[in-house]
């Protein structure tokens, strides 16, 4: 399956502890775009990144949330000193290019906060 | 402040005939929008796109019809199928001044029920 994968598919973690989701994009995509799902809501996007560069956080918490995209290896959201307000799916989808393209979506992680 | 709105949580339809799907936006700058289809547990999955630049955009069962000046696309299938049972999530999306395109905005989705 040449896919978006993401995982873990599903995450607990206790209140303060840290969460590290990856995402590894479709063969020959560069561009990477984190989104959270809140039950009954639609996706709320987080962060755009392309390899090595943050290209838009817009969407991203101030405090605790960061991203990144090396150049070898997947994309990692990490969480750090989770709260049960952080309890969500959480997307990865990549595109190949810039310009107009669709965004094609992981099966996605769901985290829940003890 | 909702700028893509999607104001029937559900909708049911009968196998064979027609379902439309209807969405809302207030941000005249988006100028390319999505239609994704959704399973339980599942990521979304891409159906259809239309660019503002045209009113109308045809694949299979599926056709997207823009109207800008209302701020408003639908999305029609037919005939409706039993598999095509899911959550339908509308999107937009503007270019972004340093290329690419930048995050895209949901809605909140529209449950659709396809009845034998």
């Known amino acids: 399956n040449a896919g978006v994968m993401q995982n873990p598919r599903h995450l607990v973690r206790r209140r303060g502890q840290e969460a590290r989701l990856r995402c590894s994009p479709m063969k020959g995509h560069s561009h990477v775009y984190w989104y959270r799902q809140l039950p009954e809501e639609g996706l709320k996007f987080m962060v755009y990144?392309?390899?090595?560069?943050?290209?838009?956080e817009s969407g991203m918490p101030k405090e605790r949330f960061s991203a990144e995209f090396p150049k070898e290896g997947p994309s990692i959201l990490r969480i750090q000193q989770v709260v049960r307000g952080d309890s969500a799916a959480y997307f990865c989808?990549?595109?190949?290019?810039?310009?107009?393209?669709?965004?094609?979506f992981g099966d996605g992680t769901r985290l829940s906060i003890l | 402040d909702q700028q893509v709105k999607q104001n029937s949580p559900s909708l049911s339809v009968q196998e064979g005939r027609i379902s439309i799907l209807n969405c809302d936006y207030t941000?005249?700058?988006?100028?390319?929008f999505l239609w994704y289809k959704k399973y339980p547990a599942e990521g979304p999955t891409f159906l259809i796109s239309?660019?503002?630049?045209?009113d109308k955009n045809e694949d299979g069962r599926f056709t997207v019809f823009l109207n800008k000046s209302a701020k408003h696309l639908s999305l029609h299938i037919v005939p409706s199928q039993p598999g095509d049972s899911a959550v339908y999530f509308c999107a937009a999306s503007m270019e972004y001044s340093g290329g690419g395109a930048d995050g895209l905005t949901f809605g909140k989705g529209t449950h659709l029920i396809i009845q034998p």
């Open positions: 990144l392309q390899k090595e560069n943050i290209i838009d």
């Open positions: 239309i660019s503002s630049i045209k």
């Open positions: 989808a990549s595109s190949p290019r810039g310009g107009h393209q669709p965004q094609h």
């Open positions: 941000n005249s700058m988006f100028d390319y």
